[in-house]
Each structure stands twice: as structure tokens, then as C-alpha cells.
């Protein structure tokens, strides 16, 4: 049960698109439509912002969305904002109620 | 209002053993498995394992497993991580949090855990 591949960094300028993909292997993402997101803030607790691939959480904006194909899922986060700079990590269920995380990517808004 | 509570900072030696807990309000505890997640000095989150305090059904990540034990008292509406033997690279944060659907919808707000001679 290795980690899920994220990259370390992305970046944006205000306004733009930012898509972070997390990618696994046919055991947990590619297996499972139970991918979930979470946004980090420093020195706070992780936030979810997405579930079951795409189902965003009561308050979480429609700027961010997700997807999957295979076994690589993405969060995309549109109209970039000064207040999405964050860490971002990808989750997936791996069966047997085991659940495994991404690297964690940290999103820079230029 | 859910909340997940979790007990303060620990500074340990090595070799000495801890127990943190996450206390769960605002919410059926029996309802719902509470998970574990580490997240060491500047690195990303890694699932430690989880429990389903109504019955204390706990599984482990396979880094996890024998190095932790999860367990849980519904009673008070806790669950709690231990170490029996604490080493340096046990230094990290630990958060709780509760487990719906697949996901973790509620976090605490993270155990510091410094183990150092």
C-alpha cells in the first residue's frame, strides 16, 4: 500500500486554473470511486473539499472539481485565489476499510 | 456542532510510552469509525488506521501495524493512539478525525508529539 503519486508543486497567477493529479494503482484509486480531497492550510487541520471524486462538502466553492480516469484522479481549482494557497492531498479508499494518501502538492498563487 | 476534541502537546524521551486521545461531541460516536493521520515535520499526511468504537473493530496501515495500538472507549465517547515505546521519528503531529462514508469529514485539531532525549 505505497502513497498516491501527487506532484510536490502548483502554481497559478489569480483568476486561473490549477489541476493537481494524483495517480495510484488499480488496488485503491483506479478500483474505488471514493477519492477525496483535502485542502491544508499552514499550521491548521486538513479541510475536506471534494469526496467520491467529484461531490463537493455543504460551503466548498464550485471552483473546485474532480475527476478520474483509470487509476489517476484530479482536482482542478478555477478562478485561482489568493486565499487557495494551500497544501492539497489526494485520499482513496484501498479496501478493507485501509484508506491511503497522496504526497501532498502545495498550490502557489503567483 | 461535531467537534472533534483531541488532548494537548506531548514532549517524551525515547522509549517511554503515551497515549493521546480524541474525544468526539455533537455527534452519535458509535455511528461513525474515527481514523488516524500523521503528518511528521514538513511532510504530507499518512493513514495510521481507524476504529469503530461500537465495537472497537481497528485497522491498521500496514506502517502501522504492531508500532501503534487504536483503541476506543464509547463510554466517554473517546478514542484513543498509544505507543508502548516511543522513538525520535514518532515526533509528528497526530490528528483524528471522523470517517463518513469513506471520507473524513471532521478533524481535530492535531496532537503535537516531540520525542526527544
Known amino acids: 500500500q505505497s502513497a498516491l503519486t501527487q506532484p510536490p508543486s502548483a502554481s497559478g497567477s489569480p483568476g486561473q486554473s490549477v489541476t493537481i493529479s494524483c495517480t495510484g494503482t488499480s488496488s485503491d484509486v483506479g478500483a474505488y470511486h471514493y477519492v477525496s480531497w483535502y485542502q491544508q492550510l499552514p499550521g491548521k487541520a486538513p479541510k475536506l473539499i471534494l469526496y467520491e471524486v467529484n461531490k463537493r462538502p455543504s460551503g466548498v466553492p464550485d471552483r473546485f472539481s474532480g475527476s478520474k480516469s483509470g487509476n489517476t484522479a484530479s482536482l482542478t481549482v478555477s478562478g485561482l485565489q489568493a486565499e487557495d494557497e494551500a497544501d492539497y492531498y489526494c485520499s482513496s479508499y484501498a479496501g478493507r476499510n485501509k484508506r491511503v494518501f497522496g504526497g501532498g502538492t502545495k498550490v502557489t498563487v503567483l | 456542532e461535531v467537534q472533534l476534541v483531541q488532548s494537548g502537546a506531548e514532549v517524551k524521551k525515547p522509549g517511554e510510552s503515551l497515549k493521546i486521545s480524541c474525544k468526539g461531541t455533537?455527534?452519535?460516536?458509535?455511528?461513525?469509525?474515527v481514523g488516524w493521520v500523521r503528518q511528521m515535520p514538513g511532510q504530507g499526511l499518512e493513514w495510521m488506521g481507524s476504529?469503530?468504537?461500537?465495537?472497537?473493530?481497528?485497522r491498521y496501515g500496514p506502517s502501522f501495524e504492531g508500532q501503534v495500538t487504536i483503541s476506543a472507549d464509547k463510554s466517554i465517547n473517546t478514542a484513543y493512539l498509544q505507543w508502548n515505546i516511543l522513538q525520535a521519528s514518532d515526533t509528528a503531529i497526530y490528528y483524528c478525525?471522523?470517517?463518513?462514508?469513506?471520507?473524513?469529514?471532521?478533524w481535530g485539531q492535531g496532537t503535537l508529539v516531540t520525542v526527544s532525549s
Open positions: 478525525a471522523r470517517q463518513i462514508n469513506w471520507n473524513y469529514d471532521y
Open positions: 455533537g455527534y452519535t460516536f458509535t455511528n461513525y469509525w
Open positions: 476504529i469503530y468504537p461500537d465495537d472497537s473493530d481497528a
